[in-house]
């Protein structure tokens, strides 16, 4: 069995809610650990699990070649290390900051200019899940780095490359993170509907509910791959925008605004004018496309 002199020494900046977690994900998993907090009481549980605080993100990134960066945001990114931009030659950068894929390719931009190998990710787990068999992290950029580091990254989740387009894990994350909030969306919609009496026991025939129909997803993948979106239809298009209707309604008659799923409606009911009534659903996607 390796000892923790054998896995790769990590410095992570940024010590919130994630950070944290990753941080101790690398500790628990026998990296050598370096940590940096603007805040520096954050680092205090850390240290007393073995990390080694650093005094200043400068330190931090002098002591190890493997830095990640969990911050709050680009802003934050860019306030931490523009001022530490010459110690960075040599290391390499792994950011789990969330940010949009145009932010990514500047940064690896930067980072490059700076002499840095650059891996950008994406977290797709909240802290609690970091180390779990739920947790997996999306990883673009440098390959040279992803392979050096897979097995270190791997202690935080599964590990996804998706490639050397340094925007692509943004892309995925907040593409996957979107799916997310579509469906919070309608969540919070549905509990105002059943309201607050109701909301214990309308939960698990929701969660029923949703786990069924999230299969939809591979069979609307097929569509739009194909272009097809007929193929396998078994709930045609005009079907569903005449009982759409009744969701709006409803929503009127018990007082609930429809100011989260309102939208749909009208792109339903203009794809059915437009002729596609007899195909899925998933043929809205044309609508949502080429919108600048
Ligand atoms: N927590 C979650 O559920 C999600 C899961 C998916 C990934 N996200 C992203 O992870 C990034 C960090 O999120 P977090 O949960 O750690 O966020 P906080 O607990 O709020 O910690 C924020 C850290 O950022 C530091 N910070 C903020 N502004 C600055 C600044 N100007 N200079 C230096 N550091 C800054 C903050 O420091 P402090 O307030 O403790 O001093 C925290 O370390 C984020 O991109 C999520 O979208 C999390």
Sequence with gaps: SQTSTDRAAVSVLGLGAMGSALAEALLAAGHPTTVWNRSPAKADPLVAMGAVRAATAAEAISVNRLVVVCLLDYRSVHEVLDDVAGKLAGKTLVNLTNGTPGQAEEFARWAAEHGADYLDGG????????????????????????????????????????????????LHDLSLLSGMYGMIAGILHSFALIGADRAETFAPLLRRWL????????GAA?????????????????????????????????????????????????????????EDITGLVELLTNQK
């Design 123 to 170: 977290i797709m787990a909240v802290p609690p899940m970091i180390a779990t068999p739920d947790a997996f992290l999306l990883y673009s950029g440098s390959s040279g780095a992803f392979d050096e580091y897979r097995e270190t990254l791997d202690a935080l989740g599964e590990s996804v490359f998706l490639g050397t387009e340094p925007g692509q894990a943004a």
């Design 222 to 278: 097929a569509q739009i791959t194909e272009g097809d979106y007929t193929l396998g239809v078994v709930s045609n298009l005009a079907m569903q925008a005449e009982g759409y209707v009744n969701i709006l309604r409803v929503a009127e008659e018990e007082n609930v605004t429809p100011v989260l799923l309102a939208p749909l409606g009208p792109l339903m009911q203009r794809r059915v004018a437009d002729g596609y009534g007899h």
């Design 211 to 218: 786990t069924t129909m999230t299969a939809y997803v591979d």
